[in-house]
């Protein structure tokens, strides 16, 4: 018999996770009953009750797992980490808070069957703020143009993967791991299935503008070399135009030597502008320094502090 692994990453979401556990069970014991499951659930350092009812959920039912790290990971590491210790022929990866529709696992694993590799879901639609819809088209569209490497267009990493996928994931060892560029990347022939984005059902949402600063620059920096070359090529350009200003200023006055008076305008306006455009690339570069001094420390992914349900037949890698 076939197994499913459901993995739910999950960060102060104690009035979700218990409702979206019995619906993702009530799917797959209704409409797909000829396999195996497990739930897993990888919890970021909850501060709200969230531990406590995945601990309840753990006791009342053998095939829910729980993973509780030691801190906060981020938003990335943690839902890579989750799907290697998966122990399913395939993984399908779901949010906590419903904005992913449950009723598209039977869906995944059809096409699953059908011999994709990879199912995924495409926000065609979203029930979000219209304008941070918006912004992330334009974002998706501007990463898809400058990016050496293929970029899916609105793909949060909800999907399904196979158990091939996941091997090469723990192969990887990237400490900083961006699982939707890999998919483009490194993933195999994939089935896209389009979906409307429902709105979170309970809680607040953790997101915030930092945490969307922090994903957008981790896409731009692992995927794109446009940053580090417009600094040099817009580096050149405006040494060019210095130069040029400058043997026109000294030609004017040394033709007119008294009539002609420069004044300190043009100076103040040169030094503002070469300082701001020096700051806004300084800080760029930053930005592909820090992910390079992230990926060269090989630190782990996560540290767990406990785990609850997983038996001495699961033989996981916890590096």
């Known amino acids: 018999m076939k ?3 459901v993995l739910i990453p999950t960060y102060n979401e104690e009035e979700n996770v218990e409702l979206l556990s019995d619906e993702i069970i009530r799917i797959l014991t209704k409409e797909l009953p000829l396999y195996d499951y497990e739930l897993v659930f990888i919890d970021n350092d909850s501060k709200d009750n969230t531990r406590k009812v995945l601990r309840e959920m753990c006791r009342q039912n053998k095939k829910i797992k729980v993973i509780l790290n030691s801190k906060n990971f981020g ?23 419903f ?3 449950v009723c598209m696992i039977p869906q995944f694993v059809h096409e699953w069957e059908a011999g994709y590799k990879i199912v995924i879901g495409i926000k065609e639609k979203s029930r979000e703020n219209a304008f941070i819809y918006f912004l992330r088209t334009c974002y998706y569209k501007m990463i898809r143009k400058l990016s050496n ?29 961006f699982l939707r560029g890999i998919v483009a990347e490194l993933g195999y022939e994939r089935k ?48 060019g135009i210095s130069i040029l200003v400058a043997l026109v200023y000294l030609a004017l006055k040394l033709l007119d030597w008294n009539r002609f008076a420069a004044g300190n305008v043009p100076i103040l306006l040169c030094v503002c502008v070469f300082g701001s455009v020096q700051m806004f690339f300084t800080g760029l570069i930053g930005e592909y320094i820090l992910s390079i001094n992230t990926r060269i420390m090989s630190r782990p992914l996560v540290v767990e502090s406990e785990r609850i349900n997983f038996g001495q037949e699961d033989d996981l890698d916890n590096t």
Request: glycine share 6%; proline share 5%.
């Open 149 to 177: 490497v293929e970029q899916i267009e609105h793909f949060t990493g909800f999907g399904l993967y196979d158990r091939s996928f996941i091997n090469v994931l723990k192969e990887l060892k990237d400490p900083s791991p």
């Open 75 to 97: 938003q990335f590491n943690s839902p890579y980490y989750g799907l290697m210790q998966t122990t399913g022929d395939c993984v399908v990866l779901i949010c906590a808070d």
């Open 192 to 239: 896209e299935l389009p979906y409307e984005q429902q709105l979170r059902r309970r809680g607040k949402t953790s997101n915030n503008i930092y945490s969307l600063y922090d994903a957008a620059m981790l896409s731009f920096t692992s995927y794109t070399k446009i940053g580090l070359r417009l600094a040099t090529f817009v580096g050149f350009f405006m040494s």
């Open 99 to 101: 904005q992913d529709p």
């Open 3 to 5: 197994k499913i692994s």
